[in-house]
């Protein structure tokens, strides 16, 4: 029991961070259409931002927990939102009257690019910082079995939460939400209506980069360590994430994310760590098989 509630602790908090990916790819997804692949790399140049920004502020003895968190969100959400309207603008835009597959090469040749400017740039090694919110609260002791909620994984639950709550309220009651949503459905009628289309889908993959870069912090707080191929990994099991919840629909890909969270922590913890990938997809693989839009999701209509 005690093994099973602390798993259950790890999978919330590893779904948290997938599902905050995840609805990065449905935003984008949602807008035109298409699958930002590299998504997953602006995440991992995120945590290398916040190692970079934990470091420099180290370097000046500021010791504050709080402000030292605050500074590189701050930081690390502007500098990730820079990225991703590049990637909107070099990677998507000159692309969106071509064919379906154009866009899509192009943006793994540009999540290539990131994860070899990160390499070139940062180095191939492991990047490590000290420990930044240690402790935790300890829930119960079952035969010497400590179950422990750490610190940073109420962090990581708070951030999610909020950030949910947020992002909910963004498309569904105000004016820009209204605009991604005219854009979703034709984008032609909401240029005519004087909609400013390329701002709107510019500020989406901005919002989207946003949110991958508070899950980079967060991952970079609790693991205390990045490398440049940590995008890849993240990037495919949040698409998964995604897909499994319904893409474009962000309860959805938190659903999936918290789904897959939970999946790996307990097949790592009861059966086999080496397969934990293995399960994940074969679930996938199922849930498709008999729920083709997700679990969420809802299928397309098309009109005639």
Not at 32 to 51: K, L, R, T
Not at 155 to 170: N, W
Not at 212 to 230: E, L, N, P, Q, R
Not at 281 to 297: E, H, K, N, T
């Amino acid at each position: 029991m005690a093994l099973a509630l602390q798993q259950l602790i790890n999978g919330l908090t590893l779904g948290a961070v997938y599902g905050l990916i995840a609805i990065g790819y449905t935003m984008v997804y949602g807008i035109i259409g298409m699958i930002n692949f590299a998504h997953g790399d602006i995440y991992m140049v995120s945590a290398f931002i916040a190692v970079t920004v934990f470091t420099l502020l180290a370097s000046f003895a500021i010791s504050s927990v709080p402000l030292a968190l605050v500074l590189v969100l701050i930081i690390a959400v502007l500098f990730t939102s820079v990225y991703g309207w590049a990637v909107e603008r070099i990677a998507y835009r000159p692309l969106r009257g071509a064919t379906r597959l154009a866009p899509l090469i192009s943006a793994i040749g540009m999540s290539i690019f990131l994860q070899n400017m990160v390499q070139l740039t940062q180095g191939a090694r492991v990047k490590p910082i000290p420990p930044v919110l240690v402790g935790g609260i300890d829930l119960m002791t079952v035969d010497g079995f400590t179950v422990r909620l750490a610190y940073t994984q109420i962090l990581i639950v708070i951030v999610t939460v909020a950030l949910m709550a947020g992002f909910t309220y963004l498309i569904t009651k105000t004016s820009f939400g209204r605009q991604q949503r005219s854009c979703e459905q034709d984008r032609t009628m909401t240029a005519l209506l004087g909609i400013n289309v390329d701002r709107t889908i510019s500020l989406t993959f901005m919002l989207g980069a946003a949110l991958a870069a508070v899950a980079g912090v967060m991952v970079t707080v609790y693991y205390g360590v990045v490398d440049f191929f940590i995008g890849f990994v993240a990037g495919i099991k949040a698409f998964t994430a995604a897909v499994l919840g319904g893409i474009g629909s962000l309860p959805g890909a938190m659903l999936g994310g918290l789904l897959i969270g939970l999946i790996e922590a307990f097949w790592a913890a009861y059966l086999s760590a080496e397969y934990k990938d293995v399960a994940t997809f074969s679930i996938l693989i199922l849930v498709l098989m008999f729920r083709p839009s997700g679990l969420l999701g809802r299928p397309e209509v098309e009109k005639v």
